[in-house]
């Protein structure tokens, strides 16, 4: 006669595999929840790619008839910024120290993004003779946040190496992804203000070659102040 398998066992074995078929199918539907996910993103890459080639050729056309016509194409003003800090602390005004403080360019080298405005442009000019900036292109926004790009996540700085480290902060706004993010901030969408909280103040090396004179305005023959589009070679230096 065959020995009685205690009841304890029995309840045992039934739990581990009840637990067991649990995680096979969160298992599945994990699996299938990211393919659902690379999808979407693939497709989002694709527009956002298109958009950006559809905009790149409507100003190849408008300078080329503004050229046929004998006139002059004048650019759209800038909608973003990049905004790199060059001097240290030493005999800064407490004011300025604020600005900087809250344009998070807390150390020599650190580069946020910022939206034009007349708020942000009076704040800028303040504090022109600590930092350079420019209008920066798709490919320097691209590097910056590919290469050198991380994320606030709980008051810690994460690094961009999975798409779920930005969809666990900014799903709300319906950024999923590290395309979106670029998007976002490339075109000044309407969650630009969340996006750019989000990324963490860029730390950049001193330029290759060096500075040339950060206590001179840019125009002059120095660092600070507007460089406007060479901003972007700036930063290939420094990336």
């Given at each position: 006669?065959?020995?009685?398998?205690?009841?304890?066992?029995?309840?045992?074995?039934?739990?581990?595999?009840?637990?067991?078929?649990?995680?096979v199918a969160a298992r599945a539907a994990n699996t299938k929840a990211k393919k659902a996910a690379r999808k979407v993103i693939f497709k989002r890459a694709e527009k956002y790619v298109k958009e950006y080639r559809d905009a790149e050729k409507a100003l190849v056309r408008s300078k080329r008839q503004a050229k046929n016509n004998g006139s002059f194409f004048v650019a759209d003003e800038p909608k973003v910024l990049l905004v790199i800090r060059i001097r240290g602390i030493m005999r800064v005004a407490p004011k300025t120290r604020k600005i900087l403080q809250l344009l998070r360019l807390r150390q020599i080298n650190n580069a946020t993004f910022l939206k034009v405005n007349h708020a942000t442009m009076?704040?800028?000019?303040?504090?022109?003779?600590?930092v350079t900036y420019g209008e920066p292109s798709l490919k320097t926004i691209n590097d910056l946040i590919y290469k050198r790009g991380f994320g606030k996540v709980t008051?810690?700085?994460i690094p961009l190496t999975d798409n779920k480290v930005i969809a666990g902060v900014l799903a709300e706004k319906d950024i999923l992804c590290i395309e979106d993010v670029i998007h976002e901030i490339a075109t000044v969408g309407p969650a630009f203000k969340e996006v750019n909280n989000f990324l963490w103040p860029f730390k950049l090396?001193?330029?290759?070659?060096?500075?040339k004179d950060k206590g001179n305005h840019f125009?002059?023959?120095?660092?600070?102040?507007?460089?406007?589009?060479?901003i972007?070679?700036?930063?290939?230096?420094?990336?």
């Open positions: 006669m065959p020995a009685k398998v205690p009841e304890h066992f029995l309840k045992k074995r039934k739990t581990q595999d009840a637990n067991k078929a649990a995680q009076t704040m800028l000019r303040y504090v022109e003779p600590y008051k810690q700085r090396s001193n330029p290759i070659g060096g500075w125009s002059e023959g120095g660092d600070s102040g507007n460089r406007e589009e060479l972007n070679k700036l930063v290939a230096r420094m990336n």
